[in-house]
Nanobody, 125 residues
Framework: VQLQASGGGLVQPGGSLRLSCAAS????????LAWFRQAPGKEREFVAA????????YYADSVKGRFTISVDNAKNTFYLQMNNLKPEDTAVYSC???????????????????WGQGTQVTVSS
């Protein structure tokens, strides 16, 4: 599985960006889809995930209410809509998918098998 993340850039605080992750799969059925981020000098952290059921997404507390994960099955692409961005959101954002993630481990990066290359998001005035 190959993943291609895009959509990062420089944005002012309070602004918005939409990240995209295009996947080389026939279908997202059976996959957990997720976004993680890593800021300079920090460990990679969970941002958002869409479970296999596509029912209730999971979000990090720091982004809840501001970020939304969504899926376009027809385009084999999933997204991360980021609103009201803050300087502390600055990081390299990576998309990831896996078929073997269990719910209790959905926030753990070690649960995921396939990773995209990452896209830089910088929030600064």
């Amino acid at each position: 599985v190959q993943l291609q993340a895009s959509g990062g850039g420089l944005v002012q605080p309070g602004g918005s960006l939409r990240l995209s992750c295009a996947a080389s799969v026939r279908t997202f059925s059976g996959y957990v889809l997720a976004w993680f981020r890593q800021a300079p000098g920090k460990e990679r952290e969970f941002v958002a995930a869409s479970p296999k059921s596509r029912t209730y997404p999971y979000y990090a507390d720091s982004v809840k209410g501001r970020f939304t994960i969504s899926v376009d099955n027809a385009k084999n692409t999933f997204y991360l809509q980021m609103n009201n961005l803050k300087p502390e959101d600055t990081a390299v954002y990576s998309c990831t998918v896996s078929t073997s993630v269990i719910t209790s481990s959905i926030r753990s990066s070690t649960s995921y098998r396939y990773w995209g290359q990452g896209t830089q998001v910088t929030v600064s005035s």
